[in-house]
């Protein structure tokens, strides 16, 4: 069975770091790029980054370009998402997914999720 395990979150001031984890189980991560998406509270889930299978090309959306690295470690199935320069801003449910097709920043494109980790960003 496909599993997606997001960890990591908290709260933290602005300012500040955290490093979430997507531990996946039930498949061969070496073959799939994975994706991080948020949802704030009365918002639309939205993508944030995303790397690929082969080449570990990244994509970020334009609000956490430079702040937020997207990495993978394949032997131990899992992708990381550092976070730095937090801002309130990013208080989010986060989510891991699983790439099937179509536009990387799409949440259509992803088949298999996470069940999220909160971030909450506040002084």
């Known amino acids: 069975q496909l599993q997606l395990v997001e960890s990591g979150g908290g709260l933290v001031q602005p300012g500040g770091s955290l490093r979430l984890s997507c531990t996946t189980s039930?498949?061969?991560?070496?073959?799939?790029?994975i994706g991080w998406f948020r949802q704030a509270p009365g918002l639309e889930r939205e993508g944030v980054s995303c790397?690929?299978?082969?080449?570990?090309?990244?994509y970020y959306a334009d609000s956490v370009k430079g702040r937020f690295t997207i990495s993978r470690d394949n032997a131990k199935n899992t992708v990381y998402l550092q976070m730095n320069s937090l801002k309130p801003e990013d208080t989010a449910v986060y989510y891991c997914a699983a790439y099937s097709s179509g536009q990387y920043s799409y949440r259509s494109s992803y088949n298999y999720w996470g069940q999220g980790t909160q971030v909450t960003v506040s002084s």
């Open positions: 790397i690929s299978s082969n080449d570990g090309t990244t």
């Open positions: 039930g498949f061969t991560l070496d073959y799939h790029a």
